[in-house]
Structures are given as C-alpha cells and as structure tokens.
C-alpha cells in the first residue's frame, strides 16, 4: 500500500515531477531512474573519469575507477538522525543489487556530510509522545553557536541516559541488543565515527560504504575546484542566476536562497567553517568581516593548505564527482530542488552528472496501527490532514443535521438582513454601511459557532479522539511522515534490529514514487 506523493505535505513540484513524470520536469533533473538509464551512466562517468590514488582504503576502486557507485547522504546525525537516512543508506543497497543482473557492478555509498556546522540539527532526537513528538536531544541554545565541522566533534551529549529515557518509554519490553549497541557506537566517540557505526550496525550490509566529505587527504583534490570556483565566480553566478529564471519562469521556487555576494563555497579556516563572500570586487571570510582578500590571496591560500575547501549544497554534488565516478544519487524531495538548481555547473565544471533517483519513502506501520486505522475507515494518508481536521470532519459527518441547522440560521439571518437594506435606505441612506457590518459581523460569529461545533462534536467520541492522536502521533507528527521525523530508535526498542530492518530490507522498492506502508 502506497500513499501519493501528491498527498504528502512539503514536496515541491520538482520532486513531484521527477518521481511521477507530472509535471514533466527532464530539462531541470534529466531523465527518471530506471536500472537501464544508471547502468548507461555508469559507463559514461568512468570513461570520464580521472583516476586518482589517496582515497581511503575502502573506497579505493571508486577513486582509481574501477567501478562507479550509487551515491546517497545525510549529516552525521545523533543515533543515525530520522529513519530517512537508513531509508536512504538501503535504497543505494537495493539499486547496486538491482544493477548486477544487468551487468554493472556498482558500490552504494554513503556521503556523510562531516563538514555540516549545525550542531543543533544533528543533536535532535525527537521521540513519540502521547501528543506528538517530544524532543530529547540537548538545549539546543548553546549548540546554535558552532562554526567547526561536526563530523569530527566529540560526543558531549549524555547519550546513555537519553537511551535510558527513551527505554522509559518502552518498559520491559526494550530491546537490549540495540540498546547496548547503540551506547556503544557513541561512547567516546566523534559524532562521524557515531554515525558510521550505527548505521553499520543497524543494516548490517557489508557491501555498503562511507565517504568522509571532511577526509583532509582528499582536499588536494578539491583545490583545483575551489580555485575555479573563485576564479570564475561571475560564471559561476551566472550560470545559477540563469537557471534559476528558468526555472522561476516554470514556477519552480529556488530551494537554495544565496546572498547575492556569497561564492557557493567555504575555506575551513583555524577549525571554522567560514562562507566566502565577495565586497566591492574583494573576497571576505563571512564571519570575519574587515580583512578582505584579492581572489589570487584566496587562490593562493587554497593551493599551499593554509585553507581549506569546503562545500556548499550546490557544489557539493561536483565534489563527490570529482573525487568518484558517481553513476546514481538517491535524493529526498528538497535535495532533488536544489540538484535542479546546480545541475549547469556540471557542464561546467566537465563532469558527468549521475542519474537523480528519488528516494523511496517508508512508513512503518504496526498490525495495531492497521486495525485501528481500518476500524476509523481511514487510510494512512489521511492523517496528514492533521488530527483537528479529521476530528472536525468526523463531527460534521455525526452531527450533520445540526450543522445543517445552524447553517440556515445564519444564511436566513443574513437573507433577512440583507432584505432591509431598501427600508433602512429609505429612512436614511448612510444606514446601509452599519447594515453591511453587522451582516459580517453576524456572518463572522455564526461561523466561528460553526467551526466550534464541528470540533466539539468530533471530539465527543473520547475513545476515537485518542485513537486519532495516537495513530498521529506514531504515523504522521505534526501532520509529517513519521520517517522525517523520528529516528529509528522507537521501532528498535520495541522490535528490535531484525522486526525493524527485515520487514524494510524485503518491503521497500527502490523505484516506488509514494510513501510505502512497510509492515511490522
């Protein structure tokens, strides 16, 4: 069972288009992801691609292009951030087994996004609660200050007793395998060595691979990049700028905002990620304002190691290419957006561009969950209307003959106002002014009566009410897919490594637009 993405809350039009085919959006993201279209641009990114030694050892026949790779990412997020990114991780799995038959043999990789300053977002951990999502991770103030890449941070996070807190939650029926591994990948610790050994752990896939965007012996691969990047920025800017009118034009929202002075580029600079920006003709470090820097100073500052370059999302996808020979790269809907904005710069840059596959999206769905929902007669893409609106709609429909009433009240009252209008005119013309306010205001009360009743009468029914809530908050918080929202930690502590991983490794397709209700 598959929910439409047209049903889903936050897909932009592109993301819509390249999973579905409508709208039509090839000239944006290039052709859809079929097995036959990635193993064609296999071939076509190694024959284009330049070897090169220096990689990690895992991921040496990539780099020395003996063979591409399904690419997917996510930051290093506290206990693998939200169940997307295992989605993510399984879906590269799944198309590299999908390509074997066919002839290509291709390794999944997974991009940690080490070099991500947000300190705050990779410490969230929010958990179900009885009315939605509760957060667990830190306070998030004194982590909003960090400017150093995350990857390569300790863990300060007391990561064993929010594992004791979520246990709470579950009781004696806690998993203590997952548990136990999972205090065990964060002790002592940084948060990309967390990272990597929990989502090893969780899939258990040997054929999956990481890649490390902070690894320091790769950056004088990148240096050439970044030095283009700087040298020809006004192409760069043009490129984008032009892009972005076209797809402006085809009312397509840009999901990547720039200052209009700001390089798609960072220098790690003394620890800090710092963005580049450009000042009357003169580079400055954002952050770092007063020193300004011809583009040659930063040139320069890149070619002998002072600097280092990093990044940004729309140029981070040419750095992966640079270094590895990138067949195909599972996005989520907001990665495909700005992947449409980018996309020029390949050509630019003289890089094959992988195939964009859109990634498969899971719900995972309990028996009970499914008898509950059956019992309402709803489906799991109804709750994404919210649980006020079910609750209102499921009142209009019990108590419909007295909403009919009050409706009638109001329309024959305004009816009957309305017909006075001539009568007061006569008395005196300026009365018909005071008349129309009175009608709105009369129209505005016996709605808001409406709209009160309606609510009331659909929580009359306590027991449904709470089994809407409930189902909610497992499936749909905040009237979002539970999988961007929660990690995985929820299902393992009640159904441990293989009641979570098992049923996703056999049910999720790879190359299924829609959320897919997996079944536990």
């Not at 929202?253 to 003394?270: G, H, N, T």
Request: a negative charge; proline letters at 8%; aromatic letters at 4%.
């Amino acid at each position: 069972m598959t929910v439409a993405l047209e049903r889903l809350p936050g897909i932009p039009r592109l993301a819509l288009g390249h999973a579905t085919g409508e709208p039509d959006v090839t000239r944006f993201l290039g052709e859809r992801a079929t097995a036959p279209a990635i193993a064609a641009r296999a071939a076509a990114v190694l024959e284009a691609f330049s070897p090169r030694g220096g990689a990690d050892p895992a991921l040496a026949e990539l780099a020395a292009g003996r063979r591409a790779g399904v690419f997917t990412g996510q930051q290093a997020g506290l206990l693998t951030g939200p169940l997307l990114t295992t989605v993510k991780a399984l879906a590269a799995v799944k198309i590299a087994e999908a390509l074997t038959p066919l002839g290509t043999d291709l390794s999944p990789v997974f991009w940690c996004a080490t070099e991500d300053h947000d300190l705050v977002e990779v410490t969230r951990v929010p958990l179900p609660g009885p009315d939605g999502a509760q957060e667990e991770g830190p306070d998030p103030e004194p982590l909003s200050r960090n400017r150093r890449p995350v990857g390569a941070l300790p863990i300060e996070v007391d990561v064993a007793a929010l594992l004791e807190r979520a246990r709470s939650g579950t009781g004696a029926l806690a998993d203590e395998e997952s548990l136990a591994a999972l205090r065990a990948a964060h002790e002592g610790a940084s948060y990309r060595e967390a990272f990597v050994a929990s989502l090893s752990w969780l899939l258990d896939e040997p054929s999956l691979l990481f890649a490390d965007a902070a690894r320091p012996e790769e950056k004088p691969i990148l240096v050439p990049l970044a030095v283009r990047l700087v040298r020809e920025r006004a192409e760069v800017r043009r490129l984008l700028a032009g892009r972005a009118a076209q797809l402006a034009a085809a009312g397509h929202a840009p999901q990547v905002v720039s200052e209009s002075e700001s390089l798609p580029l960072f220098a790690l600079v003394d620890g800090e990620r710092l963005l580049l920006r450009e000042r009357d003709g003169r580079l400055e470090l954002k952050g770092r304002d007063g020193e300004r820097f011809d583009a040659e100073d930063v040139v320069a500052r890149f070619e002998s190691g002072e600097w280092l370059p990093s990044f940004s999302a729309l140029t981070r996808p040419l750095a992966a290419s640079t270094l590895y020979p990138v067949a195909a790269t599972v996005l989520g809907p907001a990665e495909l957006a700005y992947w449409a904005q980018m996309l020029p710069l390949f050509e630019w840059a003289g890089i094959v561009p992988p195939v964009l596959v859109a990634r498969p999206m899971a719900a995972l769905v309990t028996a009970s969950e499914r008898r509950s929902l059956e019992k309402l007669g709803l489906g799991l893409g109804d709750l994404f209307a919210g649980t006020d609106a079910l609750l209102a709609a499921r009142g209009a429909a019990r108590e419909g003959a007295l909403l009919a009433d009050l409706a009638g009240v109001r329309d024959a009252a305004l009816a009957a106002l309305a017909d006075l209008a001539p009568r007061l005119a006569a008395v005196e013309p300026g009365l018909g002014k005071p008349l129309e306010t009175t009608r709105e205001n009369l129209r505005f009360s016996l709605d808001k009566l409406l709209e009160r009743t309606r609510a009331a009468a659909g929580r009359a029914n306590e027991t449904e009410a709470r089994q809407l809530r409930r189902l909610a908050s497992a499936l749909a918080p905040g009237g979002r897919p539970a999988e961007r929202v929660y990690g995985p930690l929820p299902w393992l502590l009640r159904y441990g490594r293989a009641g979570l991983v098992g049923p996703l490794r056999e049910q999720l397709r790879w190359d299924v637009a829609g959320l897919q209700e997996i079944v536990l």
